[in-house]
């Protein structure tokens, strides 16, 4: 685990672009059609705007992520707003190793972050967490996107096969992460919202 790079993102009086304080308006959208329902594993959680999110739409929900700081956020948050989740330091590629399955897992913005080979780990640690026939929420950064800043671009094509084996994709659509301002020149940048069941 990276942990001190990551704690570092969470250190400073500024927060990291994808850190908005408030959950990103695409899982929103997820939440209010009741998708975000039963047990629910948020990974790469951060401080635990989706966790919370899952939580207050009646979600048992459990938010994992590698850096102790971010959670440490996490549970403040939770405690400030009367909300009940869970946050757990863990690795996203070694899911199975909490002993837990969940009905649904959201992703906003973790599997873009991983090269070929540790995408390849993080989709076979998601499936030994996911219950056949739950559903994964995912959203990534998207090839879309111009310029060079921010994470590694994601194309449709390297989704689909991501997830070929033993996983039926839904739906990828067009959308956009909400960003703070600063590193990009505008206030949202482009992703790809991808809805995956597990066979």
């Known amino acids: 685990m990276t942990t001190p790079t990551w704690d570092a993102s969470y250190a400073g009086s500024t927060p990291p672009p994808w850190d908005l304080g408030r959950p990103q308006p695409a899982f929103v959208r997820l939440a209010e059609q009741g998708l975000l329902t039963g047990q629910v594993l948020d990974a790469g959680c951060g401080t635990g705007e989706q966790t919370l999110l899952a939580a207050s739409s009646g979600a048992d929900a459990l938010g994992v992520d590698v850096s102790p700081l971010a959670l440490e956020q996490a549970r403040g948050k939770a405690a400030a707003r009367g909300i009940k989740a869970r946050f757990e330091v863990a690795d996203a590629l070694s899911l199975g190793d909490l002993g837990l399955s969940f009905d649904t897992v959201i992703d906003s913005g973790l599997f ?84 995956i069941t597990r066979s």
């Open 112 to 195: 873009h972050v991983f090269d070929d080979d540790k995408r390849a780990r993080y989709v076979a640690s998601l499936a030994a967490v996911l219950r056949p026939g739950g559903h994964l929420h995912l959203m990534c950064f998207s090839d879309r996107q111009p310029g060079t800043l921010g994470p590694r671009r994601v194309s449709e094509d390297e989704l689909r096969a991501a997830f070929d084996d033993g996983w039926t994709i839904l739906t990828i659509q067009a959308d956009t992460f909400a960003v703070n301002p600063g590193l990009f020149p505008a206030t949202t940048v482009q992703a790809w919202l991808a809805s």
